[in-house]
């Protein structure tokens, strides 16, 4: 079996830290954390924690699988075994600590055995609801740049983002990312190390403007909602079954207009209007923003839309 270089750095699983002879060292988290500052920034620490934990909880038993062929009993890692058989993926090693030597250290979630062009395909487990590319991006980036160092002559591979999401979330998937070079990994960590502004660093690999768009995290309900969970679902269920009982006298009556040529039927509280068949002429808005953007531009048209509530009963 092919081996890699072991790191002298010591991970203190519990409290999460790397130290290097006696020497504490950052996390490429941290980097990550300093170049998108926004991406969890209005999310409670409280949310923050139940979503880690679930995600420690996931990788635990992939590495589990992994390891001792056991861990099987939940769907994350069903989908995780699914989507390694898909790719062809065979794990060489999980959790592969790597070192730059001086001041940054991390763990790989997955290392895999060797692929067809001699390289190392390199994986990290995203448990979240969405998947924010750029941050992903960049962290396998410094892990592949780090494993190269680590282990003179060997390549890092494909960078993947294997995505793990409960089911309300979407399907599971293999993401392949864009590796950014490792001169410009080297220039970011020695930014974050300065304690530089990240933003030209940002703009650079990228783009302009930093995603807004924040994963969305199971929170628990305060009680006095959760205390109407029973309700809602029973009026959501009653709409909905009104809704079709709606639909269904609507088709009938409307056939029945149909059948006596009646147009319009009217009552003391009721009013039955029957409109024609016609035409619609609708403007294909894509293909007008690809073939005309300046027409376009000119004639779009941008108004506010007010949050709202969505419901649905699972």
């Known amino acids: 079996m092919e081996r890699l270089n072991e790191s002298p750095v010591i991970f203190d699983n519990g409290a999460h830290t790397y130290t290097l002879n006696g020497m504490r060292l950052s ?35 992939c590495e589990m699988y992994d390891s001792l062929g056991i861990g099987d009993d939940i769907p994350e890692v069903q989908d995780y075994i699914r989507l390694k058989e898909q790719e062809g993926l065979a794990t060489l090693v999980s959790e592969y600590l790597v070192d730059d030597g001086a ?60 995505w793990l999401p409960k089911e309300q979330y979407g399907d599971a998937a293999v993401i392949n990312l864009k590796r950014i070079p490792s001169d410009a990994c080297k220039e970011i960590i020695a930014a974050y190390l300065a304690k530089e502004d990240p933003t030209p660093y940002r703009e650079k690999w ?13 929170e628990e309900l305060p009680a006095n909602l959760k205390d109407s969970e029973e309700e809602i679902i029973r009026i959501e269920m009653a ?45 294909d808005s894509a293909k007008v923003k690809k073939k005309y953007p300046e027409i376009y531009q000119e004639c779009k048209k941008v108004s506010a ?5 969505t419901i649905k009963v699972l």
């Open 305 to 309: 839309v007010k949050g709202s509530l």
């Open 206 to 218: 990228f783009g302009t403007t930093e995603s807004a768009e924040v994963a969305l995290i199971e």
């Open 27 to 61: 996390g490429v988290t941290a980097i990550v954390k300093w170049m998108f500052p926004e991406t969890y920034k209005d999310i409670p620490l409280s949310v923050l924690e139940k979503a880690a934990a679930h995600g420690t909880q996931v990788h635990t038993k």
């Open 239 to 283: 709409i909905k079954e009104l809704e079709k009982k709606k639909g269904e006298l609507k088709s009938g009556l409307y056939d029945l207009m149909i059948k006596h040529n009646v147009k319009k039927w009217q009552s003391q509280r009721l009013q039955l209007i029957r409109k024609l068949d016609s035409t619609k002429e609708t403007l």
């Open 103 to 162: 001041h940054i250290a991390s763990s790989i979630d997955k290392v895999f055995n060797v692929d067809g062009n001699g390289c190392y395909p390199l994986g990290d487990l995203k448990t979240t609801s969405k998947i924010h590319k750029d941050n992903v991006t960049l962290q396998l980036s410094i892990y592949a740049y780090l494993f190269e160092k680590n282990n003179e002559g060997k390549k890092a591979g494909r960078l993947m983002c294997i």
